[in-house]
């Protein structure tokens, strides 16, 4: 179980709900978008692999696409984070509503144009890629150990290494709540819904931290490590 962590403060929760994103933006990309993730990088460089072998279903253009995004974003993630880099509450907070727009505009393009189309795909790799890129720069820059929101490997490690770390086993678990509520929406009811319920999660997260963010003085959690 998760015990309050008062250097951290709200940010420990918020970065859950992130990874919670990552499970269902992912669920998207990979089922509707050509087999492509838009936030585990390792798999789409092991994809690129694969689809410059030959292999079926695989496309190293959508695989390329995803990763030159997902490195825009994290350039601009890296970015923000360097000119907001007194407060943690005001960088999650304008870095996660920055991405609840992207992932916005993700939601409509799909429900209004469709992702059928190579040029819907593509835009939608992209803007769900930036997104990624940026959330992963960002968090990287609150350093709360154990929580990056988009990487599995080494945390799953350590969790079996050291035999200890509940938020190392919280971060795995809701990534997986992601990915499995993601699939389901997208397999029973359509890839704008699960969009939203990403966008709905997000708004909630840039909420909440900036109204815990607001009291004067700051909050300690608030302050950079």
């Known amino acids: 179980m998760l015990k309050p962590d008062p250097r951290h403060g709200p940010l420990v929760p918020m970065l859950l709900v992130l990874t919670v994103v990552t499970g269902v ?5 990979y089922l509707e978008l050509g087999h492509v993730f838009v936030a585990n990088m390792t798999g789409n460089v092991v994809f690129l692999g694969f689809a410059l072998a030959g292999a079926a279903n695989l496309s190293a253009t959508a695989s390329l ?12 993630g890296g970015h923000l984070s360097r000119h907001l880099p007194g407060h943690r509450g005001h960088l999650l907070t304008a870095a996660v509503a920055a991405q609840a727009v992207l992932v916005a505009a993700s939601t409509v393009l799909a429900a209004v144009i469709g992702h059928g189309s190579e040029p819907a795909r593509y835009t939608l790799i992209g803007l769900l890629g930036f997104a990624m890129g940026w959330q992963n720069a960002v968090v990287r820059s609150l350093k709360v150990p154990d929580l990056t929101t988009t990487v599995l490997t080494m945390t ?8 200890r770390g509940p ?59």
């Open 65 to 76: 696409a995803a990763l030159a995004a997902f490195l825009l974003g994290a350039v601009a």
């Open 25 to 29: 933006v992912d669920a998207v990309s």
């Open 156 to 163: 799953i490690t350590a969790l079996a290494a050291d035999r």
């Open 167 to 225: 938020r190392r086993l919280a971060s795995a678990v809701w990534m997986f709540a992601g990915a499995l509520v993601g699939a389901f929406l997208v397999l029973h009811a359509d890839v704008p819904t699960a969009l939203a319920l990403a966008l709905v999660l997000l708004t909630g997260v840039a909420a909440f931290t900036h109204r815990a963010a607001k009291p004067i003085p700051a909050p300690a959690w608030t302050e950079p490590l």
